[in-house]
């Protein structure tokens, strides 16, 4: 038996829609003598199947063990035919696509006139939609037409797909060195989180600068700008420049603003461009901002001009949870927030096959948070601890750090004294491991060893005096990122107040959120 997560061909099927199966049913129909296949009788059997099992369509009979392999192949082609064909599947691109095949079908008839059309209509398309790798294409096929072919329609033709070739040659190059650039930030700050040291600034600020290509900013297309822009927000937030990373983000989401046709072509981008733009929101604090860039986003989903496919779907939900818990703790409404955890984990399960085990991770810290916020910290544990013992997993270091001493607090809140100083080494411990011993982590540490031995009524001071030693870090570089994941000096100021976490939070979110005060309103 091979496991259902491996065989593709099942998991295609499962993913289908019903109107998708009914349109694939209905493409094999009017194939005529396909109608009773054998790739259909596999289709309608593993439809039914809940896990894959090849001894069951063996039993079955229409199938040898021999031909099996084969005709998983022609099914999985046939599947995949089908689903270019339907229309909720067509973008631009497949569009640009399609019109290059039948201008190529034409060419290879001799038609050259009429393929020189298809390609030309294709060409001011690709060029509308910032497709150039296309357009390139494109017009590498007109100069085959025409060095066989002379049309003479136009007296400088060759000048012109001369010209056409250069440019588009060169803003592929270009488009190609900035994604290559923005992709390996990317991988940095999934990876390894924010720089901790200068060593690390001066090494990812150097990486970025000689990778970074020279070109004119006002020659760059749609596409060009955007791989310029995400390059930029991903070093900024590497090196917590987060002014900048909001500077970068705004420019980013402000390209669709200035052409929303983009959106449909690019709806990814779209989504991404205006989730790191309200994390940045989310660095500085400033939840009125915030709340008003989710709307907009979240109104444009909905609306008629954004495309729908499995894909976006995940990604919709991903960005619209993972900022809809960041408004929760902007504004301190710990309590409020439970209420999507149930949803939530339902569209994991959903989402299960689309979304990668970061993301869920990631959603189990934010549910700890969320617990954690509501001193609910029994329930914190149970998602650390889901974090913690997940040993594939594959999350950002500095996250991992934070999940272990968010860990700890909420372990001696809970009351569970009698593993405290087993969690205490333990973290100490990996802290150690990660490199990531910082003058925060270590007075926590220190802090939460010596509570065994503080007296009731010395705690309120224990607590001030911790206040103030952490208070000194936080505008520190490299020791504030400690502040973002962990918010420490409000549980610290809750504990000192004898307030909550959340009424210390809503506090501040009110005088935040005052415009006039706010840095970003002078950008």
Known sequence: MTSDQKENLFVLIKSLSKSEKRQFKLYVGRMGSNLDSKFLSLFNLLDKLNVYDE??????????????????????????????????????????????DFATVLYQKGLYNQSLKILDRAKTIAVKFEEKYAAFEIVELEKVIESQYITRSMSNRTEVLVQDATYFSTQNHISSQLSNLSLELY???????????????????????????????????????????????????????????????????GLFDEQPDM????????????????????????????R???????????????????????????????????????????????????????????FKG??????????????????????????S???????????????????????RLLNLIAHYEAGFDYHIDHHIRDTFKFLLKMGDLHEVQKSLIRFVRKLGNIYPHELKDAFKKLHAELKQYEQDPYERRAFLYLDILSWLESKIQNKTVAEIIHAKAHLINRKDKHPTEHL
Request: with cysteine.
């Open 381 to 403: 544990i149970i998602y650390l601890n889901k974090i913690v013992n997940n040993k594939k997993l594959k999350m950002r270091e500095d996250l991992l750090c934070f999940t």
């Open 187 to 253: 991988e940095r700050l999934i990876k390894a989180g924010y720089a901790k040291s200068d060593d690390e600034f001066r090494s990812v600020t150097k990486f970025f600068l000689e990778r970074l290509p020279k070109f004119s900013f006002e020659d760059l297309g749609f596409r060009e700008k955007l791989w310029f822009f995400k390059a930029h927000v991903w070093y900024s937030l590497l090196t917590q420049d987060f002014l900048s990373s909001y500077r970068y983000s705004t420019k980013w989401v």
């Open 263 to 290: 959106i449909n072509s690019h709806p990814v981008f779209y989504l991404q461009g205006n989730n790191y733009l309200m994390e940045s929101i989310a660095l500085l604090k400033y939840p009125v901002k915030f």
């Open 55 to 100: 001894k069951i369509i063996l039993k079955k009979g229409f199938v040898t063990k021999q031909q099996l392999s084969n005709l998983k192949a022609h099914l999985y082609r046939q599947i995949l035919i089908s689903l270019r064909l339907n229309p909720s599947q067509q973008n631009k691109r497949m569009q640009i696509r399609e019109q290059l």
């Open 292 to 350: 008003e860039i989710l709307k907009k986003m979240t109104d444009t989903v909905n609306s008629e001009v954004f495309p729908e496919n499995d894909n976006l779907s995940a990604l919709v939900f991903l960005y619209d949870y993972n900022n809809r818990f960041n408004l929760y703790f902007l504004e301190g409404n710990f309590k409020e927030g439970q209420e999507i955890i149930e949803p939530l984990l339902s569209k994991v399960q959903e």
């Open 354 to 379: 689309q979304i990668d085990e970061h993301h869920v991770m990631m959603f189990y810290y934010k549910i700890a948070c969320l617990y954690f916020g509501s001193n609910d910290f029994e329930k």
